[in-house]
């Protein structure tokens, strides 16, 4: 009631005043006075500006007040007397006040209150200036309740508290789809006002401290209870109207609506989680718990395993207002002075009434006093023995508090031996996460190796996709299927990169959960001190009282013996009862302060001790994340690791048994290849499955290094399955003996293939993986090639190295005499032709002589870096033999020699006639690019078997750059003499009638349509051409081999 009393005074004219009518009022109006004073003194009594939690049956006042008039006018006349823009917490209060009447008043409440929206508007924008403090609480509070006035005055079928069946939802739409579309929309705004307040409540607190046990924090966590009530409802009714959309509408359309409902459905799961955990709402509602993941509005069976969430509050639960609180003054009772009132009641029941109002009293009269000396000596022992009984229940009410002081002090040792456990056990939880970080370092090394493995394996896959590339469509697939596995790798690569950032975060988290416990560790010593020094402050103060009590004691005892000469030492025994009263108030009041000490240390070591046990809680709680985040991480690098071997093997299988299935196809009868190809693939498949038993064996010991087994299995694959098509065409090219020899072969290397994947697709049988078989079936298929390779062939390409330096020198000759014709037509120009075709002359021949140094500069440099390279690759061998070890790479040489010195013949004939005026600009033109692209051929020959650091290399590539500078060169002179000599006749229309140049018009439409045609004519010619010259140089270098090879 004081408190009540207070916050009446400091809220002006809080009760509005009512005039008593006279007489003329009946007893309606007095029921309505009466109705109206006890609402005001409730919706006072409710908002306050202490700042303490609104009391549920001052709230339920107000609610049953709405529900007796049928509206909200007197709780509106009340409110508007209020100081809501001056008072932060008087408007907050305000706010929950006026929730609970939304929600559980009367359906009218929501309807009167809408003349007061533009008011809270502006209360709203007013409180949002201030940016922490209750101020910004109760702009965000304001604006949700707008929203919710505007949601059911739109929404007329939706009641206060939200509580709707299934049936009543689908009325609420209409059956209309844009209604239910629309209906979402506004309750994801609704739910999102709700979630603000919430996030704004949980941010305003301290939750290291344990908020929900003091008043203050109460007051904010108050009105979560309603938004609670609110959001469980708006979650269930949102999935069941998504439901009903995805139903109709397609899923594009609703994007934005499930990208939203993620968003809010991770907020209101974690607030739900946040406060579930708190004190406070254990007690006053059960909270429930959402799913794991969101509903799939994708699919529709979903629906059915969407559970609606439930709010329960319980029947008995009481808030912490209406809790009893214990005051100090009705432990000991101090009304002494009432004692000897009753003493001298029951005196006057006894002997009668006193002298002065007794009329038949007549010793008064006559001036006896001896009756009042003993009434007076009566009445001094009555109080002396009320005093003693005093005392002897002070006595045992200090004994009743030395005993729960005792009790008090055990507990506090407890609690101390409980800190004292829960520092050991921290400090052990910090070694164990040492030790972690020395397990997650040894992983970060193991992944960085792992990593430069993958990016070795990236560059080679690189290159084997540009080699095989040039392959037939028939490996096309192949290739994809290669790329299939990068990209697997580069997904382990970004797994591993995903556990650099776990084993960061894990660091981070040790070194917070160290300061973490060493500040606990002070603040429990620190605390254990205080406490200490506390006790001994108030055994000291015990110890005191004992001794003031043993003095009233003896005091008493001297009174007692004192009591006959009572006549004689009134005044004595009146400063004794003084002296007596004062020692009783200052015991009193040491008591009280004693029990105020008493009941802070309690709150104190109460707070310390949740705020301990919350520690604890969170540390174990992140402990156990990181732990299930390590093995989960493990458990995928494991998986992944497998999952890359095991798709290696797949493919090579499905390489193997395409090739095989190739055998069987009637179309690969056309298919030959040489026995000197199928030799060296054979070849090189041994060579791959040395690769492959020191891979395997290195991935049995460490189980981080799969990449070089993957890439090892892929090419195995490539190389058995290119072995076993090669060896089939090859059978198609001998005699038939010796071809079903070939043929069983091919078929037993793909069937020993296929059983050395497959024991390397199981785990336990890895290790028993023989490939000894399979490099059998290849050794025997290379001994029946090399049986099949013709014995002549030595013989014919034993002129091969005579034949480079032949053509190598044959096209130096050519070239030079190329330069030596220019020179003479130069001199020939200078003397017979003058003016502009002389200058166009010098131009065109000077550039042409420039191209042939540039030629001749090529073909030396050729020279050299083919000198290099036979030097460096023939070994112990003599040149001849290394050409015809090398015998397409030597016969694309003389391709591309030979094709230089053509060229530069050609050229130098088409520059003659052109000199000679007899010739064409545009033949010189093409001769230019012919040179070019010959020069590039030669280039391209020369640099496919060389060191890419020799410095004839970059001589070979600077020369390259030179000729193809002196073609463009040729080319611009070419074009501006062609400018300069031809005529261009001025177009002159002047003279011309409108039906000549008509006529002119139409003739030049027929010209530009033949040229056209011609043009298209002479372009499908130079494709056939083109096709022609490539099946002729293929005949020549061999390509027809390689063809039939590859087929």
């Known amino acids: 009631m004081d408190r009540v009393k207070s916050s009446m005074q400091q809220v002006p004219n809080a009760i509005p005043k009512v005039i008593r009518r006279t007489g003329g009022a009946n007893s309606l109006e007095l029921e309505r006075e009466n109705f109206e004073r006890g609402q005001a003194v409730s919706i006072n009594k409710a908002i306050n500006t202490q700042e303490v939690a609104v009391k549920e049956k001052h709230a339920r006042t107000c609610i049953l007040g709405t529900h007796h008039e049928k509206g909200a006018h007197t709780f509106w006349a009340a409110v508007n007397r209020l100081p809501l823009s001056s008072n932060a917490v008087l408007c907050w209060k305000f706010c929950h006040v006026f929730h609970k009447l939304l929600r559980d008043g009367h359906p009218n409440v929501?309807?009167?209150?809408?003349?007061?929206?533009?008011?809270?508007?502006?209360?709203?924008?007013?409180?949002?200036?201030?940016?922490?403090?209750?101020?910004?609480?109760?702009?965000?509070?304001?604006k949700l309740l707008i929203t919710k006035m505007e949601f059911h005055i739109k929404n007329p079928r939706f009641p206060g508290n939200l509580q709707m069946s299934n049936r009543?939802?689908?009325?609420?739409?209409?059956?209309?789809?844009?209604?239910f579309f629309q209906l979402t929309v506004e309750m994801f705004d609704y739910l999102e006002c709700e979630l603000n307040l919430f996030l704004g409540v949980f941010s305003s607190l301290d939750m290291s401290r344990s908020v929900s046990v003091t008043a203050a924090g109460q007051c904010r966590l108050a009105?979560?209870?309603?938004?609670?009530?609110?959001?469980?409802?708006?979650?269930?009714?949102?999935?069941?109207?998504?439901?009903?959309?995805?139903?109709?509408?397609?899923?594009?359309?609703?994007?934005?609506?499930?990208?939203?409902?993620?968003?809010?459905?991770?907020?209101?799961?974690?607030?739900?989680?946040?406060?579930?955990?708190?004190?406070?709402?254990?007690?006053?509602?059960?909270?429930?718990?959402l799913p794991e993941n969101p509903p799939n509005f994708l699919r529709a069976s979903a629906l059915s395993e969407h559970i609606s969430p439930v709010v329960v509050i319980p029947a008995e639960s009481s808030s912490p207002e209406s809790e009893h609180v214990v005051e100090t003054d009705d432990l000991v009772d101090t009304d002494i002075p009432a004692l000897p009132a009753a003493v001298e009641t029951k005196f006057d029941d006894l002997f009668g009434t006193s002298a002065a109002i007794d009329p038949f009293n007549f010793n008064s009269q006559n001036g006896m006093r001896k009756d009042d000396k003993d009434r007076l000596i009566e009445q001094l022992t009555r109080e002396i023995?009320?005093?003693?009984?005093?005392?002897?229940?002070?006595?045992?009410?200090?004994?009743?508090?030395?005993?729960?002081?005792?009790?008090?002090?055990?507990?506090?040792?407890?609690?101390?031996a409980e800190q004292s456990h829960l520092r050991l056990q921290a400090v052990g939880e910090s070694e164990f996460l040492k030790a972690e970080l020395d397990d997650l370092r040894r992983v970060r090394e193991d992944t960085e190796k792992e990593q430069r493995s993958l990016t070795e394996i990236e560059k080679k896959a690189q290159a084997n996709e540009q080699r095989y590339t040039k392959l037939k469509e028939k490996y096309t697939e192949l290739v994809q299927s290669h790329a299939d596995l990068l990209r697997k790798n580069a997904e382990v690569t970004r797994q591993m990169t995903v556990a650099r950032a776990a084993q960061d975060e894990v660091d981070a988290v040790r070194k917070e959960m160290q300061e973490k416990v060493k500040a606990a560790q002070e603040v429990a010593d620190r605390q254990e001190r205080d406490q200490l020094e506390q006790l001994q402050e108030l055994q000291r103060e015990l110890v005191s009282s004992r001794t003031e009590l043993d003095s009233l004691k003896i005091t008493m005892a001297s009174s007692q013996q004192s009591s006959e000469v009572l006549s004689t030492q009134l005044a004595t025994l009146e400063s004794e009862k003084a002296e007596l009263v004062q020692s009783l108030t200052k015991v009193e009041a040491e008591l009280v302060v004693q029990g105020e000490e008493l009941q802070r240390v309690q709150s104190s070591l109460a707070t310390e001790r949740e705020s301990g046990v919350k520690t604890a809680e969170t540390l174990q709680?992140?402990?156990?994340?990181?732990?299930?985040?390590?093995?989960?991480?493990?458990?995928?690098?494991?998986?992944?690791?497998?999952?890359?071997?095991?798709?290696?093997?797949?493919?090579a299988e499905k390489i193997i048994q395409d090739s095989l299935a190739q055998i069987d196809d009637p179309a690969h009868i056309s298919c030959t290849s040489s026995a000197d190809y199928l030799a060296s693939r054979c070849q090189a498949s041994l060579d791959c499955m040395d690769r492959l038993h020191s891979a395997r064996e290195a991935f049995l010991s460490d189980s981080t290094g799969v990449s070089e087994l993957v890439r090892v299995v892929t090419q195995c694959g490539h190389l058995v399955g290119d072995t076993i098509v090669q060896g089939s065409a090859t059978s198609h090219m001998v005699p038939v003996e010796q071809a079903d020899a070939l043929s069983e072969s091919v078929?037993?290397?793909?069937?020993?293939?296929?059983?050395?994947?497959?024991?390397m697709k199981q785990e336990d049988s890895l290790s028993a993986a023989d490939n000894s078989k399979l490099k059998a079936a290849l050794e025997a298929i290379l001994a029946t090639a090399e049986k099949l390779r013709p014995r002549g062939l030595e013989l014919q390409q034993g002129e091969l190295g005579d034949l480079v330096e032949q053509e190598m020198a044959a096209t130096s000759a050519a070239v030079e005499s190329a330069a030596a014709r220019i020179e003479e037509m130069l001199n020939k120009s200078r003397a017979v032709d003058t003016g502009i075709k002389m200058e166009v002359n010098e131009r065109i021949l000077a550039s042409c002589t420039e191209l042939m140094q540039a030629i001749k500069e090529?073909?030396?440099?050729?020279?050299?870096?083919?000198?290099?390279?036979?030097?460096?690759?023939?070994?112990?061998?003599?040149?001849?033999?290394?050409?015809?070890?090398?015998?397409?790479?030597?016969?694309?040489?003389?391709?591309?020699?030979?094709?230089?010195?053509?060229?530069?013949?050609?050229?130098?004939?088409?520059?003659?006639?052109?000199?000679?005026?007899?010739?064409?600009?545009?033949?010189?033109?093409?001769?230019s690019h012919e040179i070019a692209a010959s020069t590039a051929q030669l280039v391209a020959a020369s640099k496919v078997k060389a060191d890419k650091d020799s410095a004839n290399l970059h001589r070979l590539q600077n020369a390259s750059r030179g000729v193809t500078q002196a073609t463009a060169a040729v080319v611009a002179s070419t074009k501006s003499g062609k400018s300069q000599i031809e005529e261009k006749d001025t177009m002159d229309f002047s003279s011309m009638t409108l039906t000549q140049i008509k006529r002119q018009e139409m003739d030049a439409q027929v010209l530009v349509l033949e040229l056209e045609t011609r043009l298209q004519k002479e372009r499908e010619r130079l494709g056939e051409l083109r096709k022609k010259h490539y099946e002729l140089a293929g005949v020549a270098e061999g390509w027809g081999q390689e063809e039939e090879g590859t087929g």
């Open 621 to 651: 709680n992140q402990l156990n994340e990181k732990e299930s985040r390590e093995q989960a991480l493990e458990s995928q690098l494991v998986a992944a690791r497998w999952s890359s071997l095991h798709g290696a093997v797949e493919e």
């Open 168 to 179: 009543q939802l689908d009325e609420a739409g209409e059956n209309d789809v844009n209604n």
């Open 858 to 927: 090529l073909v030396l440099s050729s020279k050299n870096l083919q000198r290099d390279i036979v030097e460096s690759g023939r070994g112990a061998a003599s040149m001849k033999e290394f050409y015809v070890k090398n015998s397409r790479w030597t016969e694309g040489l003389i391709s591309a020699s030979k094709a230089v010195g053509w060229g530069a013949t050609v050229m130098v004939d088409a520059a003659d006639l052109v000199v000679q005026g007899k010739g064409k600009f545009e033949e010189l033109m093409v001769c």
């Open 223 to 289: 009105p979560l209870i309603q938004v609670i009530l609110d959001c469980s409802h708006l979650y269930d009714y949102t999935v069941k109207l998504l439901f009903k959309l995805h139903s109709c509408l397609p899923a594009d359309t609703l994007q934005g609506h499930r990208d939203r409902f993620q968003e809010q459905f991770k907020k209101l799961k974690s607030l739900f989680y946040r406060s579930s955990n708190l004190q406070y709402f254990k007690r006053l509602i059960q909270i429930p718990q």
């Open 385 to 416: 023995q009320a005093l003693k009984e005093e005392l002897e229940s002070f006595r045992l009410e200090s004994g009743r508090l030395c005993q729960a002081l005792r009790g008090r002090v055990s507990e506090l040792e407890a609690e101390l």
């Open 110 to 142: 929501i309807k009167d209150s809408m003349r007061n929206k533009a008011d809270l508007t502006d209360m709203s924008r007013m409180w949002g200036h201030l940016s922490e403090g209750y101020g910004k609480l109760c702009s965000i509070y304001l």
């Open 747 to 759: 078929k037993a290397c793909g069937a020993e293939a296929l059983a050395l994947l497959g024991q």
